[in-house]
């Protein structure tokens, strides 16, 4: 069956390092990838999202790479702050609508 | 402009009884989804419509069911409660008919069953 899978449920950093967070896929093929931020209590907040034939795409400090070979995306933010803390999902979706499936979330905490 | 506007922001229902949930998209906004976000199941999708058509249903039981109105407003409603339904409902809105566009989410509205 379909999936689609964040790796770490939690990453811990120091402020100004570079945060790295993996989505992979398995058993389909997403025509895109999207990336949000989620803080507690509140509804996701879209980032960034990228097409197949995309390699990479990037926004400010955020870039994010779809690896069609891998199967797997990762999202980086660069010289992190306290405020980048939240949890970030990985969304897949096709060009059937605009169905969203999410992978499980990765809980980010950027330490000062 | 106006965001998605979810309402209402908290409820508590007893099981049995039966929750309407109301989300207005953002003006001009056609496509509107339903997410239920669990801490064990995390973000899984419900439904979408779009132009008052239901497009795609996830896998839910027949007890949850969608509308989607003229104006694009949209309401989903669930059945017989159960437990298992305690969730934070998530409400999206998009421009377009198709993905390859921006998705905007509203705060949600939290169900608690009791």
Sequence with gaps: SQKIEQNSEALNIQEGKTATLTCNYTNYSPAYLQWYRQDPGRGPVFLLLIRENEKEKRKERLKV???????????????????????????????????????????????? | KAGVTQTPRYLIKTRGQQVTLSCSPISGHRSVSWYQQTPGQGLQFLFEYFSETQRNKGNFPGRFSGRQFSNSRSEMNVSTLELGDSALYLCASSSAAYSGNTIYFGEGSWLTVV
């Design chain 1, 65 to 112: 790479t779809f690896d069609t070979t891998l199967k797997q995306s990762l999202f980086h933010i660069t010289a992190s702050q306290p405020a980048d803390s939240a949890t970030y999902l990985c969304a897949s979706s096709n060009n059937a609508g605009n169905m969203l499936t999410f992978g499980g979330g990765t809980r980010l905490m950027v330490k000062p």
